[in-house]
């Protein structure tokens, strides 16, 4: 069962005995367990909720708690952390962990309980006795990241759902710039939706202006720093790099990039390729794609030869050790904006 199924059953209160979430998309986990607990317990700090650690606890210790009746009356919930016994290599403990127990529990679980084992891991060996049980008698979520043909769809839905509208422009920004990482794109239309208020519009301006700054967007930042010769720009942008301890070998490589991009777009734009056909052959987002057309108009192909060979001579420079790897960007950018 997908991960929307599974959240859709739970919402209306079906609810399995057993349940086994893995991967590590945590958003998707965190989401399916604050709705197990809302549909089994009669509030979060309910005296039936019981936690365990299983690489400090064997999980018979979790199956003799599942079967034994709760005290409070209602339905017992338990979570399983850190089940290696389903990876193709378990973890090293100092106990053994009964899977025959658990396997017999799966066949008959008792109706005044609802296990859930998380197991924070991309894959789960399916070939043991163990994972086959779980997949038979069980409800398996998968809880890995989205790909990144699937973000649009998740930025839709989420924008939907807090009602707001994104501009097309602020659209392809979003998307471009926020990762697969479903926590930090909520956070990011969380903090859009509180500023433009129930049923607001997300413009491109208000979109650059709230969205936090990324590896990418920054170096999108200081291009367009270098193309304004805006020195004072340049180095404040740094500056805030240097506090979320960006290493300026990796800003380097992101300015590189970038530039190579503008670079291979001029040169297909003076073939005559449509932004469509760019788009195709370099195999970038197509807001990168249009950024770059805008970008590259600003440049000769000497210009942005020479940039690409600077940042090439200084990546070369701090990696032989013959200048301080600081230095060495800030006086990147004098010459860069000069």
Not at 49 to 72: K, N
Not at 130 to 147: D, F, M, T, W, Y
Not at 157 to 181: H, P, Q, Y
Not at 276 to 283: E, L, N, P
Request: one cysteine or more; aromatic letters at 8%.
């Amino acid at each position: 069962m997908t991960y929307t199924d599974i959240l859709q059953q739970v919402k209306q209160k079906q609810i399995a005995p057993v349940y086994l979430l893995y991967g590590t998309e945590s958003y998707f986990i965190q989401n399916i367990t604050k709705h197990i607990n809302k549909a089994v317990l009669d509030d979060d700090t309910d005296e039936n909720l019981s936690v365990y650690d299983l690489d400090e606890t064997p999980v018979q210790e979790v199956i003799t708690d599942a079967e034994t009746y709760p005290f409070f009356g209602g339905k017992k919930l338990i979570y399983a952390y850190n089940p290696s016994f389903l990876k193709a290599k378990p973890d090293k403990l100092p106990f053994e962990h009964d899977l025959d127990t658990v396997i017999q529990y799966l066949n008959q679980p008792v109706d005044y309980s609802v296990i859930v084992f998380i197991a924070s891991y991309e894959k789960i060996d399916e070939r043991k006795k163990i994972s086959k049980s779980l997949k038979q008698h069980g409800v398996i979520a998968e809880c890995n990241p989205i790909r990144d043909y699937e973000l649009r769809n998740w930025i839709t839905n989420l924008a939907g759902s807090m009602n707001i509208t994104i501009e097309k422009d602020a659209f392809d920004r979003l998307e471009s710039e926020l990762s697969t990482n479903l926590h930090q794109v909520r956070n990011e239309l969380e903090k859009l939706a509180l500023f433009v208020g129930q049923n607001g519009v997300v413009t491109n301006e208000i979109a650059e202006n709230l969205v936090s700054h990324t590896e990418t967007n920054s170096s999108l930042r200081l291009v367009d720093a270098v193309i304004d010769r805006d020195l004072h720009k340049a180095v404040s942008i740094y500056k805030d790099l240097e506090k979320m301890k960006e290493d300026p070998i990796g800003m380097i490589a992101l300015l590189a990039s970038q530039f190579r991009m503008i670079l291979r777009v001029k040169l297909l734009n003076q073939k005559g390729y449509s932004q469509f056909q760019i788009q195709k052959r370099i195999g970038a987002h197509p807001y990168a794609i249009k950024m770059a057309s805008q970008r590259e108009r600003k440049f000769t192909i000497d210009r942005l030869e020479n940039i690409i060979d600077r940042l090439t001579d200084t990546d070369t420079a701090i990696k032989q050790g013959k200048i301080e790897k600081e230095l060495a960007f800030e006086l990147l950018l004098h010459e860069l904006t000069k």
